[in-house]
């Protein structure tokens, strides 16, 4: 389906007050693939979506098909060009920002995938992470890599696959293992980002935020570890090329000859939440932000200085603009967020996520309901990987609007597990958040998040601040945009949220219930 453009003139084209070029983003998710279009201003132009399948080959496994992710990438592409009446020879620049995590090998003669993508919110390899705990390797990844050992990063994911997918025929006779063909760089791994930038221009690379996902990256030295790498058997010829988020070298050109029918330069990539922190335009230490997409993710700015945490956080690459070091941030990952309301409406709670508002404030509270919606395991600061969905405080005379409310403030309670832990890491008490993502339209929710935090809200008027924040990227490495000075001054405020407080009591009630959902998986039959 296709947006509609905003802004302009009255031919859908917004008012530049340049050329008449933009800068595109592809914003490839866990849920579905858009692409938009940006003038200067940081305004929408363009905007096309396309949602893909979800696989569950087994309880706990999560896949994605990457053929279809790169053909609802194609059309998003054309769909938002078209909308807009703009010819690809407009397009200044591309930048690419993705599903962080998701894994997946591919052919680099055929351009095939090997086996379906792996994605961030897959289990299946929980016992090899719990294996790497009782040899006492917690600490090593944690000093090397910023990461906390857990399935949701992409090494374990990258070992599963070299070890499980099938084997690939060669001149339809011959059957060749997977990982002999990663040894000699003819097999391919890559997050998301790498396989559309590869489809897009022939170049395997991805930049510093995503390669600070994968569990196999020195966040420090700023390469690959030679230790990881042989800890979980991944050849160094099947890894892409390390570049920065916004690289003046750009990563390549799109062919001339393929889809787009222009040389367009794509020069900018982000892992989601490092994009939607740039396009935030958090750039100094202690900016930080919060996007609510199928999960949350709270980022807070450090700067040049790789920050260790004490409380569960993860430290990880903010982003690098060429010629210059890498920044840092401390990063809270909460697994299910939209992905909360999406069960909601699956099992009929709800008919579309826009009512959860009126449903929610129906009622003046849960009446003693909480809900901790641990569907895909409990990440930061708890990091269980065991931890299932749980409600408790049910009692007869609970209604459909009670456990709505509930999954609302879940919500808004794992963000506070965050930002608590945040703040005791950095030593700073959190003055405002900024705040983007699908759920922020939900005045109800925002409210509540400023409550439960007891911190003002600000929510953007543009609020897809993950392409927003790809756009930037590349702008910047073509000379689009010369300074971050003028992001900062296209970043305006759609509304804001003060606290009313109210919500001590029912925050340290949440903290008994999280700990009634740990641990459950082992208890499965």
């Known amino acids: 389906m296709t947006g509609e453009p905003t802004g302009g003139d009255g031919n859908g084209i917004a008012d530049t007050g340049g050329d008449g070029t933009y800068v595109g983003a592809i914003d490839q998710g866990t849920t579905g693939t858009r692409f938009m279009v940006f003038d200067r201003r940081g305004q929408v132009v363009a905007n096309a979506y396309e949602r893909h399948e979800q696989y569950y080959p087994e309880p706990g496994w999560v896949e994605h098909d990457p ?87 992409s090494a374990t994911k990258l070992e599963w696959l070299l070890e499980n997918a099938d084997p690939i025929k060669l001149e339809r006779t011959r059957p060749a293992d997977v990982r002999d063909r990663a040894q000699a760089g003819e097999v391919l791994f890559g997050t998301v980002d790498s396989w559309l930038v590869w489809k897009l221009t022939g170049a395997h690379v991805t930049d510093v935020t995503n390669a600070s996902r994968t569990m196999l990256f020195d966040i420090h030295a700023g390469e690959w570890d030679d230790d990881l790498l042989a800890e979980f058997s991944v050849p160094r010829a099947c890894l892409p090329e390390v570049r920065p988020s916004s690289d003046g070298d750009y990563y390549g050109h799109t062919d001339p000859e393929g889809f787009l029918g222009a040389e367009v330069p794509v020069a900018g990539a982000l892992g989601d939440q490092q994009a939607a922190l740039f396009g935030q335009t958090c750039f100094e230490p202690g900016d930080a932000k919060n996007t609510y997409g199928t999960g949350s993710f709270v980022l807070l700015n450090t700067g040049s200085e790789a920050v260790e945490s004490d409380h569960g956080l993860l430290t990880t690459v903010a982003f690098q603009r060429s010629g210059e070091p890498m920044q840092y941030a401390l990063e809270g990952s909460v697994f299910v967020t ?36 641990a569907f895909a395991g409990l990440g930061a600061p708890h990091w269980d990987g065991r931890a299932r969905g749980t409600m408790v405080g049910l009692t007869r005379g609970t209604r459909r609007e009670h456990i709505v409310r509930a999954a609302l403030e879940a919500i808004a309670f794992r963000t506070r597990d965050v930002t608590a832990a945040m703040e005791a890491d950095a030593g700073l008490q959190l003055n405002a958040l900024r705040v983007d993502g699908g759920a922020v339209k939900n005045n109800f929710l925002c409210q509540l998040q400023a409550d439960v935090l007891d911190t003002p809200i600000a929510r953007p008027v543009v609020d897809e601040t993950t392409a927003l924040g790809a756009a930037y990227a590349a702008g910047l490495a073509v000379g689009y945009w010369e300074t971050v000075d003028e992001l900062r001054a296209n970043w305006q405020v759609d509304a804001e949220f003060d606290p009313d407080g109210g919500y001590e009591d029912r925050y340290e009630r949440w903290g008994a219930a999280v700990e009634r959902s740990r641990d459950w998986a082992d208890d499965e039959a």
Request: glycine share 8%; aromatic share 8%.
């Open 338 to 373: 939209g992905a909360a309301i999406e069960w909601l409406q699956d099992v009929g709670l709800v008919d579309a996520p826009g009512e959860t508002a009126e449903l929610a404030r129906s009622v003046d509270s849960t009446e003693g309901v909480y809900f901790v919606p």
């Open 67 to 153: 053929v279809e992710i790169w053909e609802n990438t194609t059309a998003t592409i054309r769909e938002a060009l078209a909308a807009a009446d703009l010819v690809p020879d407009q397009l200044a620049a591309i930048g690419v920002t993705n599903q962080r995590e998701t894994t997946l090998l591919w052919d680099g003669a055929t351009g095939e995938p090997v086996h379906r993508a792996i994605v961030w919110q897959d289990r299946r390899t929980t016992d090899r992470v719990e294996e790497l705990e009782a040899a006492g390797r917690t600490e090593w990844i944690r000093a090397t890599t910023g990461l906390e050992p857990d399935p949701y990063f």
